[in-house]
């Protein structure tokens, strides 16, 4: 098993590098808790939020907090897709049930983390801010003091830069 996987990564045939800011986000191949397929129309066309989290991570629930409080701040609302990472849906419905996610937060699972190595996820919480042209604005890996301030004025800048699809300033 190890030479095979040692062939593999001399061969480069291993993931593709994470996307970085200002390149395309990957697609979201996710399920939802009910065990669907989650798929988003799109995530051009507005500004987009996804958040990556785990139920046992103490900083991802500041950081969901966090976003809600951003949205209730936001004079036009961003997409917000929650990713629970290498849990199962139980688990995951538990959590929700204690702690209720955002208001019109879309919730999906990535059980095997396949997305979120696509996405570049590498610690909790991990968050994507997406333009409406589907490109990856700001990357906010952890949480910390100032998280909340950081995200509102990103989300702001996107719209005051005239971001495709956002709303004039």
Same mark, same amino acid.
């Given at each position: 098993?190890?030479?095979?996987?040692?062939?593999?990564?001399?061969?480069?045939?291993?993931?593709?590098? $994470?996307?970085?800011?200002?390149?395309?986000?990957?697609?979201?191949?996710?399920?939802?808790?009910?065990?669907?397929?989650?798929? $988003?129309?799109?995530?051009?066309?507005?500004?987009?939020?996804?958040?990556?989290?785990?139920? @046992?991570?103490?900083?991802?629930?500041?950081?969901?907090?966090?976003?809600?409080?951003?949205?209730?701040?936001?004079?036009?609302?961003?997409?917000?897709?929650?990713?629970?990472?290498?849990?199962?849906?139980?688990?995951?419905?538990?959590?929700?049930?204690?702690?209720?996610?955002?208001?019109?937060?879309?919730?999906?699972?990535?059980?095997?983390?396949?997305?979120?190595?696509?996405?570049?996820?590498?610690?909790?919480?991990?968050?994507?801010?997406?333009?409406?042209?589907?490109?990856?604005?700001?990357?906010?890996?952890? @949480?910390?003091?100032?998280?909340?301030?950081?995200?509102?004025?990103?989300?702001?800048?996107?719209?005051?830069?005239?971001?495709?699809?956002?709303?004039?300033?």
């Amino acid at each position: 098993m190890r030479c095979a996987l040692a062939l593999l990564l001399a061969l480069g045939l291993s993931d593709p590098p $994470p996307p970085g800011v200002g390149e395309r986000a990957p697609a979201l191949e996710l399920l939802t808790v009910d065990g669907r397929p989650f798929a $988003p129309a799109s995530l051009e066309g507005g500004v987009t939020i996804v958040d990556f989290f785990a139920t @046992w991570c103490g900083p991802c629930h500041a950081a969901l907090a966090d976003l809600s409080a951003v949205e209730a701040r936001l004079p036009t609302r961003a997409r917000l897709i929650v990713v629970a990472v290498g849990e199962d849906a139980p688990t995951v419905r538990r959590f929700v049930a204690a702690h209720p996610l955002p208001a019109g937060a879309e919730l999906a699972l990535d059980r095997e983390r396949v997305t979120a190595r696509q996405w570049g996820q590498e610690r909790f919480p991990t968050t994507f801010l997406v333009d409406a042209t589907g490109t990856i604005r700001h990357i906010n890996r952890g @949480w910390g003091s100032g998280y909340a301030a950081r995200v509102y004025r990103w989300l702001l800048g996107l719209r005051a830069r005239g971001a495709p699809g956002a709303p004039p300033p």
